[in-house]
């Protein structure tokens, strides 16, 4: 009976971290077109950030199985979410110290990407794609 326990309470806690982890995404990803469109006020730009900003789900592919084979999975999640987070506190940290710039915004929006999409196991990666090509 405990073993069955301790198994229930490491899937909650699994499955509350995910959900904590998407949505913490979700969050990010309508808070920071915005916050470009609000700073430069130019949607062209938006838009090439958008661009830009989905090129990393290419690059993390084989990167990201690369980790997860030498790493283990749940390292490599854990150690993306924490890091993603980093990079999502990036933004107001470097618009109070050096201030916002279209570089600095598509450097930063970059990076997060790319680890956001780092932190998405393979599978899941797969299956998205998948859907995003029946719609």
Not at 25 to 32: C, E, G, Q
Not at 44 to 71: E, K, N, R, T, Y
Not at 75 to 91: N, R, T
Not at 103 to 117: A, C, P, V
């Amino acid at each position: 009976m405990p073993g069955t326990m301790r198994k229930k309470s490491s899937v909650i806690l699994l499955q509350v971290s995910n959900f904590a982890s998407a949505l913490g995404n979700s969050i990010v990803m309508i808070t920071i077109p915005w916050l470009i469109l609000e700073r430069t006020d130019s949607p062209a730009f938006a838009g090439l950030v958008a661009a830009v900003s989905a090129l990393p789900a290419i690059v993390v592919s084989p990167i990201g199985g690369w980790m997860v084979d030498h790493l283990g999975r749940r390292a490599v999640s854990i150690g993306a979410d924490l890091l993603s987070s980093l990079s999502v506190a990036a933004f107001p940290i470097v618009a109070a110290t050096f201030g916002l710039t279209n570089t600095s915004i598509l450097i930063m929006r970059s990076l997060e990407q790319f680890l956001i999409q780092l932190g998405i196991p393979p599978e899941r990666r797969c299956c998205q794609m998948w859907q995003r090509n029946q719609k």
